[in-house]
Structure formats: structure tokens, C-alpha cells
């Protein structure tokens, strides 16, 4: 079998390069994979025994597929070799000598959940508030250190801080922990190999011969830990190959050190670099927006992918006036590919899971399948499902589900046995659980609830989501977290805000009970949301959770400045290449036909954002776009937009999410002259209103508000079956007749 029969030039002079450190640069779609699954078999067809090759992945999806793909090459050789991820291998070598590290054979791995009670026991110990210093952060921050290589003693050297102090000393506790019960944590399957081989040499130098050829996948993304591991091993022969890209190195935040593939012809003084640059997923065009944009890092190695593919479509860019046009927008386009195209080839792709969710809702109500891949539907995430726990327990105190579910959330020290307790008084006295608190912690709660349930109708939906959120701790609970992925979930709840403030915008009323009924409409369809790869559906996902995958229709949304690159990275030229990188791995995930979008104005976690356009979008040559909808806006526009004519662009663009995006044909007729306010109406008990909705009403209550008068509310009373109803004093909706 000639393996070598589908390889260009680049492909063939990397797997045929035996002895001696080999970098191959590999850009997307350019073939990697095949590389190094047919470097492996050609090693063993001329001459290299397969037990001293390892080859190490990421993954064990990917160490998989790679043990496959050889196996298809060379046969049985590939079942005794050693392909696996770094923890793997990591674990292979503590079994093999776990008398030297101290450990029992019976020795156990402890998971995340195990370690996070450990932390939490030293800190009681400590009779320290977990308020204050919270376990999981304490836990990442153990984590980090380790992967860094970063002892406890060495870390109370340079522990400066309250935090850092504290940390120092529950991180040498933790340790000790951990060797008492002849457990490691995740960590250590990396950690305790590089401590064996630094100070066993003799153990160091019987794996070196083992391994003489050495492969490692997706090198850009290795952490301190995995680059001195391999390091070690590779040190004697130097036989090593790694594959990787730097423009591909978006893992930053989990503590991957791009800078391992920029030094690695520093570590192996002779060193062969490859380059692969032809790509076989994409168009001409789509590549040529991808070089333009990441040409613009300066830490990069140079390379330009180019393909012998077609041209390709243009990219289609669309400037929305508002985030709900953007999504209107991205429906219509899937709605009317879907004709031709399988959902299963497009792709939405968003920078924030918080993003997900209006897209979600879009899809929702066009009736296309979808499925969120890497995530969790935006309504059962655990925070957004503890909120409007909390929202249906002050509507109906009588919801028992509700109860149980947010009664210890946050922690209030309120534990099963207490609930059962309360259980029990239920039934006995026939009541609801929250009829039967009367004591204890458990009172506490109800008091929150009484006090959130006086203030329901007194104030906008998003005001009153941000007073549960306040008055119940959640937001103060992951605040004081301080991980990303408690940074994600106060996202998703602040966004959580944007759901309410678009059902006020849209019925002017702030019904707790009809927002809550809306809710369930919107989250009670599983049919549409399930997803199972068997069905049809539009893939959802985040462009970290992309990476290693492609689609023939990729929709990139959100692109402004702030949201991508993202508000947090603007601050450091290092993480704005990050950012860039993102990019660049998401218009390469694209292989017939890309869309860029971005609106002018956003409904963003209950507030309306202007930002400016993406960086990434300008620096795209304008020859590669189609700019299709309304005008692009300009640099000068931008300016515009973020001086102090707010009020007058909102009426412009309320007009413009009534147009028809594909032709801007009006679908209601509107007259774009006709725009007016309720601003300067002045309401009064007695008066008689219409409501577009609601038909003929009185006014009954004038609820003012004097530092925003525009949040000023109006209670009403309209016809049955609507019944009085609380709307938004100058909605547009209302009439004074």
C-alpha cells in the first residue's frame, strides 16, 4: 500500500523526515491529522518498532480517531502503541511506579467535586467565611498553580495578599490532604511524572529508550506541565514531532502557553520547520479573509493558506439596525437555505453563550431545529433556572418544585434533613411547603420572598429581576467566585434581563404572571431543541467549542467592538490577539459560504449597547464583502451613533425592525414620518386609554418615578378578560384617548 499516494509535496517531506526534531506548522484544513497518522505508520514500515512511538493528543475522541485512521494504514501495529491524551499517559507512568511517588497501588484520582469538598473542609477547619473566599476559586487558583509547576512553599514566598496568604496555606494543606488519603487530583497526572523524572534519572532514561520517537498533536495549546513533560522525555533522542498552529491557539484561559510552539526552535537547535499552507475545506475567499485578519498578530509564525479550490461566494456582511433585526436576519437566511442545504451543514457561531439565547428564540418561532453543541439550552441552565424558580415562587408561593429547588440557593445552610423536616409538617398539616416554614434558617428565606412579593408590581421586570438577584444572593455568590465559569453565569442572568425588557417593549405591561406564562411558551418545546445528532438541526455553539469542526454555511454574529473582540481582552494587546485568533478560527471553520454580522444598536443584559463595528470586520479587504441590508455604517456614523443622539436613533430604529431585511420592503406599511412619543403625555387617575392590545382602559394608579420618570408605571384597568393590568408609563403602545 503506498500510504504516501495522497499527499502534496509539504505532506510527504513531513512524514518522511525520520530522525531529528520536526515542527510542522500546520494551518486549518491543511491536512494535519493525516500527517501525523501517516508519519506513524511510515515510521513502522521502515523500521521503527511500534512500542517505542508515542503519540499524544488532547482528547480522547481525537487519540481515537487517530488509533483508527492508523489502523487503517498498518493494521493490528496500531493497537499496541501508545496514542493517548497527556493525562493518560500521565496515569500509565504513576501506575507503573506509584511505590516511588509514595503511593499505595490502590492509590485513587479524586474528582473535581471530591477536591472542592476537601477545600471546603480545610476552610470550616479555618473557620473561614466561604462568603469571603470562595472554595472554587480557591481551587482554581490551586489548579493553576500546579499546572505552572508551582509548589505550595513556593507560592507562600511570593503570597502578598489576604487572598494569596490564604491561599498559600489551604494549598499545603490540600496537598497533604490528598497524600493521606492516597488520592492524586486531576492535576497531579501530569505533575507527579515530571516530579518522578527529576528525580529519578535512571527511571527518566528507561522511558527515553521506550520512547525515541516522540509525536504531539495541537502543540500551541500545551500548559507549562505538558511542555516539561514532553521536554524530559524528548531530551535524549530528540526525535520529536510536533504539529500545530499558532494563529489556532484560542485556550489562553485555561492556562495553554502559545509561546511553547514560538520557542520550540529554541528547545531543538536543529530543528526542521514545515510548513503546510494549501487547505482543502475552504474557498479562495474565505482564506483570503482569514490571512487578511490574522496578518494583523505580531506573534505568529508567517504563513499564508491558499487552496486550489473555487473562488467561492462572496462573504455576505450585514450591518442589523438592532440585535433582534441580526436575528431576523440569520432566520431568513437559514429559512431559505434550508430548501436546498441540510440544517446539520450550518453552523451559528457567537462568541458568548449569552448570545445563544436570542438566536434560540428566533428559531424557536420560525419552527427551525436546533441543537446547542459544547452548552446548555439558554432556559435549562442551572443559573436560569434557579431564577425563574425564585420569579415562580413569588408569583405562587404554593409552587412546592420551586421551593425545593432555590430553598438553599445560594447556601443558607438549609440542608435535607431540615427540608424533610418540612416536608413532613406539609403533609401532616395539609399545607405548602412554604405555608409550613414558621422557624429556623428556612424563615429567613420567607422573608426575602415576602419582601420581593410587596415589591412585584411596583417597578419594570428588569429592575425587578435585579433586586431577586440581589435580595437573593445569587449575584453576590458568583461575583465572589471569581471563575469563568461564574463570569459565564452572571452573563447569562444579566442577559436573562434582555428577555424581560423585550416582553415589556413589546406589550408595554409588567405582568410577573404573563412574563412568566410567556417564558413557558418560549422553553416548553423540546421537540425543537433536542439535540440528539440523529436530527436535522441548525448546530449553536460558541467559536471555542467550533474548533476541529466544519460546516458549509457559517453564520458569525455579534461582530462589534466589546463583544468580539470581547470588553475584557481590550486591555491587553496579548489578549486581543487572542481574540483575533478566534476570528481567524472561526472564518476558517467555513467552507462554502460565510456571513458576518453585527447591529447597530443590542439588547444586551436588559440594556440597549451601541458599539462600534468589529476590528475584525475592517480589517477584512472590502473586495472579499457583499455588504447586503441597510448601509454599512461608517467610522464617521460610529462617532454618530455614540454621542448624545441615542433617542433620536432609537425611533429610526424601531421603524427599521418593522422592514422586510432581504428588500426593505415595509411589512406593516409603515410611514416613516408619522414617528412620535408618549414622553411628554401626562396621565392622570380617571383618564381613558387605548392599548393596541388591550383595547379601552382606565387609568386607577399613577406609580411615579422621579429619579428615572421614564420608568414611571401606570395601573390600569382594561376590559375582561385582561383585567388591571401595570404597563410602562410612556410605552409606545399606549394611547391617551
Known amino acids: 500500500m503506498d500510504i504516501l499516494r495522497d499527499l502534496n509535496e509539504r505532506q510527504k517531506e513531513a512524514v518522511q523526515f525520520k530522525d531529528g526534531p520536526l515542527l510542522v506548522l500546520a494551518g486549518a484544513g491543511s491536512g494535519k491529522t493525516r ?133 498559600a496555606e489551604v494549598y499545603e494543606e490540600y496537598e497533604n490532604t490528598l497524600q493521606k488519603n492516597n488520592s492524586l487530583d486531576f492535576d497531579d497526572l501530569l505533575i507527579l511524572p515530571i516530579k518522578l523524572f527529576s528525580e529519578r534519572h535512571d527511571i527518566l532514561e528507561s522511558y527515553q529508550e521506550k520512547y525515541k520517537y516522540i509525536l504531539i498533536d495541537e502543540y500551541q495549546d500545551t500548559n507549562e506541565a505538558q511542555y516539561k513533560l514532553t521536554k524530559l522525555l524528548a531530551n535524549k533522542y530528540k526525535n520529536i514531532c510536533c504539529v500545530g498552529d499558532i494563529d489556532q491557539a484560542i485556550y489562553g484561559f485555561r492556562g495553554a502557553n502559545y509561546r511553547n510552539i514560538l520557542n520550540f526552535e529554541k528547545d531543538y537547535k536543529k530543528a526542521k520547520i514545515i510548513n503546510l499552507e494549501e487547505n482543502y475545506r475552504s474557498t479562495k475567499t474565505i482564506l483570503q479573509a482569514a490571512n487578511s485578519v490574522i496578518k494583523n498578530n505580531k506573534n505568529r509564525k508567517e504563513k499564508n493558506l491558499f487552496s486550489n479550490l473555487e473562488i467561492g461566494d462572496k462573504i455576505s456582511y450585514y450591518r442589523a439596525s438592532s440585535g433582534l433585526s441580526e436575528v431576523k436576519f440569520v432566520v431568513s437566511k437559514i429559512t431559505e437555505l434550508k430548501k ?74 438549609i440542608g435535607v434533613k431540615t427540608l424533610n423536616n418540612l416536608l413532613e409538617t406539609s403533609r401532616e398539616k395539609n399545607k405548602s411547603l ?108 460558541t467559536i471555542h467549542a467550533v474548533k476541529g469542526l466544519e460546516f458549509d454555511y457559517v453564520f458569525l454574529v455579534g461582530m462589534e ?41 443590542r439588547l444586551l443584559y436588559g440594556m440597549d449597547q451601541i458599539n462600534p463595528v468589529s476590528r475584525f470586520i475592517k480589517e477584512i479587504d472590502d473586495d472579499l464583502l457583499d455588504n447586503i441590508g441597510i448601509k454599512v455604517i461608517t467610522n464617521e456614523d460610529d462617532n454618530f451613533y455614540n454621542k448624545n443622539n441615542y433617542d433620536e436613533f432609537k425611533k429610526v430604529d424601531e421603524k427599521y425592525q418593522e422592514m422586510d431585511y432581504n428588500n426593505n420592503i415595509s411589512l406593516n406599511k409603515v410611514d416613516l414620518n408619522t414617528t412620535y412619543t408618549n414622553s411628554d403625555i401626562k396621565y392622570e387617575v380617571g383618564d381613558f386609554v387605548y392599548h393596541e392590545n388591550f383595547g379601552a382602559g382606565r387609568v386607577i394608579e399613577v406609580i411615579e418615578n422621579k429619579k428615572n420618570p421614564k420608568a414611571s408605571l401606570l395601573k390600569i384597568a382594561f376590559k375582561l378578560p385582561y383585567g388591571v393590568k401595570t404597563l410602562i408609563y410612556s410605552h409606545k403602545s399606549l394611547r391617551k384617548v
Open 340 to 413: 436546498t442545504v441540510s440544517l446539520n451543514d450550518m453552523v451559528i457561531l457567537y462568541r458568548t453563550n449569552a448570545q445563544s439565547r436570542s438566536f434560540e428564540d428566533g428559531l424557536l418561532k420560525a419552527n427551525i431545529p436546533y441543537k446547542i453543541i459544547g452548552g446548555v439550552n439558554f432556559y435549562n441552565r442551572m443559573e436560569i433556572k434557579n431564577l425563574l424558580a425564585y420569579l415562580r415562587l413569588i408569583h405562587n408561593s404554593n409552587d412546592d418544585v420551586s421551593l425545593e429547588r432555590i430553598i438553599n440557593v445560594p447556601k443558607r445552610g
Open 434 to 541: 412554604y405555608d409550613a416554614i414558621e422557624t429556623g434558617k428556612e424563615l429567613q428565606f420567607k422573608k426575602i420572598i415576602e419582601e420581593l412579593k410587596t415589591k412585584k408590581d411596583t417597578m419594570p421586570l428588569t429592575e425587578f429581576i435585579d433586586l431577586v438577584l440581589d435580595k437573593s444572593g445569587i449575584r453576590e455568590e458568583y461575583q465572589n467566585e471569581k471563575t469563568l465559569d461564574a463570569d459565564i453565569r452572571l452573563e447569562n442572568l444579566e442577559e436573562f434581563k434582555s428577555v424581560a425588557k423585550s416582553f415589556e417593549e413589546e406589550n408595554g405591561v409588567i405582568s410577573l404572571e404573563d412574563f412568566l406564562l410567556n417564558v413557558s411558551l418560549i422553553t416548553d418545546n423540546s421537540e425543537i431543541t433536542d439535540t440528539s445528532s440523529k436530527n436535522n438541526a441548525v448546530s449553536l455553539m
Open 35 to 167: 500527517v501525523l497518522t501517516t508519519r506513524i505508520a511510515y515510521l513502522i514500515q521502515n523500521g521503527v518498532d511500534p512500542d517505542n512511538i508515542l503519540a499524544i493528543t488532547f482528547t480522547n475522541k481525537a487519540a481515537g480517531e487517530m488509533k483508527g485512521r492508523i489502523y487503517k494504514l498498518i493494521g493490528y501495529f496500531a493497537k499496541t502503541m501508545q496514542i493517548s491524551t497527556f493525562h493518560s499517559f500521565g496515569l500509565k507512568i504513576i501506575k507503573e511506579n506509584y511505590e516511588y511517588l509514595g503511593y499505595d497501588k490502590n492509590f485513587v484520582i479524586f474528582d473535581s467535586d471530591d477536591t472542592l469538598t476537601i477545600i471546603k473542609k480545610i476552610l470550616k477547619d479555618k473557620n473561614i467565611d466561604i462568603t469571603k473566599f470562595n472554595p472554587r476559586t480557591i481551587r482554581s487558583t490551586i489548579s493553576s498553580l500546579k499546572n505552572e509547576l508551582e509548589s505550595p512553599s513556593m507560592y507562600k514566598n511570593r503570597a502578598f495578599t489576604d487572598f494569596d496568604k490564604l491561599v
Open 561 to 601: 467592538e466589546n463583544l468580539f473582540p470581547h470588553s475584557n481582552s481590550l486591555f491587553s494587546l496579548e489578549e486581543v490577539e487572542e481574540e483575533r485568533r478566534l476570528c481567524y478560527v472561526a472564518i476558517t471553520r467555513c467552507k462554502k459560504k460565510l456571513f458576518l454580522t453585527n447591529a447597530r444598536i
